[in-house]
């Protein structure tokens, strides 16, 4: 660290107490700044890591003039940074005064002034209609919030609002037509916001924004000297995700719709045949299928043939229509060139027909660590950080994935000590799990388990009807009256049903893996947490099974190259919602022997907090029973 007083002045400032991994953080990324060097930090729970790359990240851009960009994985984060983080450092440290940070994210995050106005139809016209007066209800309150925002930012908006009202109401990159041509331009939100962003010391983003920096031809981010990703353990995902094409008929649908006004009649009755050829090519498929069967492939020719014709007749029209064209372009254009995508297919591509929620084409890069690879190690230093990059005990997985060539990775541990605060159940005696959802047994343990900690538990499962056979079951048969059962509905939103749940004390919450990653509840609300079986990927996705089977064709284990790591990743996750401050006590239980027996169990065992291990069920429920009325008697 360039000045050792600033770490000390910044945790004043932020009304905290120095940690010693916390220091060591801030030394490792200052090191890497200065030297130019790819550096992977794992740092557990409680370290304060958002401070320990602010701190390095602002003097690098006090002492020597750099930009700087931090992007996260979750719009919770980004927004701690911006509104309280960031601004602290900046203040606490000296002669910081002149340092300048903005966010920025994509423009669907945004209001568009020019479909506000009412003169660009949005492209979720016809479900607004379906949705009836509860949508039309949102939106009225999204246009009366918008003539009193002065950032149209979808995360100020201070009430929920379903997605196909927003996206009535904004426009995506494609759909932008550009400030010059856009009436609206010089009042535009995400403009504005760009503009603030493109002339900062400091540029938050969030990873879907950087991934499109990473992966794609037109920039979207300013040239950076160095670069912090945190939560760094999802950015690979995140660009798969991001490069990732989709052609459903109903998107098909919906864009020939846009577009059927200002096309000649001739040529939006080819684009309707073309989409009803589609339709009834994939209405003949039932199952998922990977690769996408060859059977659609003279439908999509046929679709991208009349999309491609499409796309040049509205590239020809008047400027009159100049938004409209430019959307229904964008709309058509994005569609014709997935199905060129999923034509062409390829060693580098995977292709798959999925039936839900809606009949859909697929396609999606086999790997993404060559862009990234690339991408990271354009700046002068780039720093990954999260507090499970480390699995099976080193970096080499998640380095692998990122294409990561020439780094150094460190473990500058946490502050807590996990043995003494916290026990790892591995329930051994259980059978293997199936594929039915949890046996009696097994829910049987799951209400043993409850009983000794009177409540205070999240109960993670790994599929929705696991969901719903462990709540009906806790649901129907209380273990005590005063317990309260909060159950993860699909499509509902999570932040709710977790801040209820951190509101009762005694209570239980039942979700899916969902849950397993950003869900902070320290304190005696969440003092067990239950995973009923190791979070394998499903053995039919399909991106990680064409993964695992290309490792398996040269001559490695498909299963502990891909499988492993990333059951890992998620079960690290999950176990690392018990422990969250220095006061945090309870119980970790894996009711899946296999972190036991498996030969795979090690390198899971390894990739966890190190709690203290056992499988002897007295001694876990004796020791909940003690926490819960130790928890009783200090509440009383």
Request: glycine residues 8%; proline residues 6%; aromatic residues 4%.
């Amino acid at each position: 660290m360039d000045n050792p007083d600033d770490l000390g002045r910044v945790v004043a400032a932020l009304g905290g107490d120095e940690r010693p991994a916390q220091r060591d953080m801030v030394e490792r990324v200052t090191r890497a700044a200065r030297d130019s060097r790819i550096l992977l930090v794992q740092a557990g729970t409680g370290t304060g890591k958002s401070v320990g790359y602010l701190v390095p990240a602002v003097q690098a851009v006090r002492d020597s003039g750099n930009t700087v960009v931090i992007a996260t994985a979750t719009l919770a984060l980004q927004r701690q940074l911006v509104t309280r983080d960031l601004p602290a450092v900046v203040a606490a440290l000296p002669d910081a005064g002149n340092v300048t940070t903005a966010v920025l994210k994509g423009r669907g995050n945004y209001l568009c002034r020019a479909r506000l106005s009412g003169s660009v139809d949005g492209p979720e016209t016809l479900d607004m209609e379906v949705g009836g007066g509860r949508l039309e209800k949102q939106a009225a309150a999204v246009r009366d919030w918008s003539t009193r925002t002065d950032t149209g930012d979808r995360d100020d908006y201070p009430d929920d609002v379903d997605e196909r009202v927003w996206r009535s109401m904004s426009a995506t990159g494609r759909e932008c037509v550009g400030v010059s041509r856009c009436s609206f331009g010089a009042e535009c939100f995400a403009e504005q916001a760009r503009s603030t962003a493109m002339s900062a010391d400091i540029i938050v983003t969030n990873h879907a924004l950087l991934a499109l920096d990473a992966m794609d031809d037109t920039p979207v981010l300013p040239d950076h000297d160095m670069l912090v990703v945190d939560e760094g353990h999802e950015f690979a995902a995140r660009a798969t995700a991001a490069a990732t094409g989709e052609l459903s008929v109903r998107a098909a649908e919906r864009a020939v719709a846009a577009a059927r006004s200002l096309l000649d009649d001739s040529t939006a009755e080819r684009l309707e045949e073309a989409v009803s050829g589609l339709g009834s090519a994939l209405a003949e498929l039932e199952t998922q299928e990977r690769p996408m069967p060859r059977s659609c492939v003279p439908s999509l020719a046929a679709f991208r043939d009349a999309c491609h014709l499409a796309v040049t007749e509205l590239g020809k029209g008047d400027s009159d229509d100049a938004a409209r064209r430019h959307r229904a372009l964008a709309a058509l254009g994005e569609l014709h060139d997935v199905a060129g995508r999923l034509i062409s297919g390829g060693d580098g591509v995977v292709t798959w027909f999925s039936p839900y929620p809606a009949p859909s084409l697929h396609v999606a890069p086999l790997s993404v660590a060559a862009p990234l690879g690339d991408y990271l190690a354009r700046p002068a230093a780039a720093v990954l950080t999260s507090a499970t990059l480390s699995l099976g005990g080193d970096f080499e997985s998640v380095a692998t994935d990122l294409g990561l060539q020439g780094w150094d990775g460190v473990d500058v541990g946490s502050p807590f000590d996990y043995s003494s605060q916290g026990i790892l159940y591995i329930a051994a005696d259980l059978p293997r799990p199936g594929r039915d959802g949890p046996d009696q047994l097994t829910v049987a343990r799951i209400r043993e388990l409850i009983t000794a900690s009177g409540g205070r538990a999240m109960v993670l499962l790994s599929s929705w009807r696991a969901v719903d056979a462990v709540a009906a079951n806790l649901i129907e048969k209380p273990v005590a009256p005063d317990i309260e059962v909060h159950v993860q509905r699909r499509g509902e939103p999570v932040a709710r049903l977790v801040e209820r749940f951190a509101a009762d004390e005694t209570s239980v919450l039942v979700g899916t893996m969902s849950l397993f990653q950003g869900v902070d509840v320290p304190g005696p609300s969440c003092q067990l947490v239950i995973i009923d079986r190791i979070p394998f990927p499903r053995p039919d996705d399909p991106v990680l099974a064409a993964r695992a089977e290309r490792v398996e064709a040269a001559g490695g284990n498909g299963f502990m190259a891909v499988s492993v790591p990333r059951a890992g990743l998620l079960l690290a996750q999950g176990a690392g919602r018990l422990i969250r401050s220095p006061r945090d006590r309870g119980v970790v239980a894996v009711l899946d022997p296999r972190l036991q027996t498996a030969r795979y169990g090690d390198y899971l065992r390894r990739s966890l907090p190190p709690l203290w291990p056992t499988s002897d069920l007295a001694v876990v429920t004796g020791a909940l029973t003690r926490l819960a009325q130790s928890t009783v008697t200090a509440d009383a």
